[in-house]
């Protein structure tokens, strides 16, 4: 079996429905030991400083996890998200976090006219995610996979990935005016787009990626995808649901917010309900085309246990 009919097969197996969220919402709730999770929290913590702070964790996080096998190819995406393989020449896709290129990989290999640029907060990183795809056997990879440094949350995109798209006022939803940083750092990520536009996306993919930004800054980080989107552009969301096994095991030291948790390294995680998240996309702009939670229930391995997972899934597009 070669390599795509595999990442087929795989795709095609995925199944998203194990279980009733709302059943295992009740024995949530229900039960006195995680009361914990459910109580209000008073005293959010300083936004930029935690920002600065969030994104060193991030850093030291994917240094410590370079080989790559921490992250599996995220393949079953072509199943949930099928227009990543439908859309036609020139279709150009922006990942939001790309990591070290566990979701690049198979959005290469599912589609050969996609061009995708991908951006993350730490140049370690994207150098591994080139490295990664460049030895992935994709297609003319190295020409149609073009990463780029950004913190997103905090700085903004570019200027050059949508600028004629920049119909709303400065306040609202626009590009942030991201000032180039002239560190040898930048200079080992020339990119020609940078001296004219890119024109706009045609799909963003937030995957697992809003989940580790600070809940303030949400709705900015949010707007700054609508902008990069071309007018019918579509956002793909996928980011940990609420009661997923993860935010259970996170004792109640940890928590630095309502619904959201500091791992011991540093790294934070949000827990979405369906109401935040379409909350956060319409408030942005975008109209809702999808969202529900996935529910998957997964053997570890090791022990033998049962592990219960939920995502919340999502399509968003911003209006023509």
Known sequence: MSVSAAATAEASEYHSKDFNWETLRQEIENDP??????????SPQQEEQHSKDSIKAWQKFH??????????????????????????????????????GSTARPIL??????????????????????????????????????????DFATTGFPKWLACEYRREPKDQNCLSDVTENKSH????????ETSGCVGGMDFVTLIFTLSAVP????????????????????????????????????????RVGFREYMRSDGTRSYFFCLDTVRNLFIGAG????????????????RSGKNMQRVWVHGKFQKPT
């Not at 370079?66 to 279709?91: A, I, M, N, Q, T």
């Not at 995610?129 to 073009?146: D, M, Y």
């Open 33 to 42: 030991s995680l009361k914990y999770h459910l109580l209000p929290f008073p």
């Open 63 to 100: 240094n410590q996890h370079s080989s790559g096998k921490f992250f599996k190819e995220r393949r079953y995406l072509l199943k949930e998200f099928p227009e990543l393989v439908s859309c036609g020449d020139g279709c150009k896709v922006l990942e939001v976090g790309c990591g070290n």
């Open 109 to 150: 290999r599912g589609n050969k006219k996609i061009v995708l640029y991908a951006c993350d907060c730490s140049y370690e990183t994207l150098e591994r995610a080139k490295e990664f795809v460049a030895g992935s056997n994709i297609v003319l990879a190295e020409h149609r996979f073009r990463p780029f440094y950004c």
């Open 185 to 192: 750092e930048t200079d080992a990520w020339p990119m020609e």
């Open 215 to 254: 809940l303030q800054t949400m709705p900015t980080a949010i707007g700054e995808c609508f902008s990069v989107l071309k007018p019918g552009g579509m956002l793909l969301f996928r980011d940990y649901g609420l009661y997923d096994m993860t935010m259970l095991r996170f004792e109640p030291e940890q």
């Open 286 to 301: 975008f109209i809702e085309l999808e969202i529900e939670y996935c529910c998957v229930k997964s053997v570890n391995r």
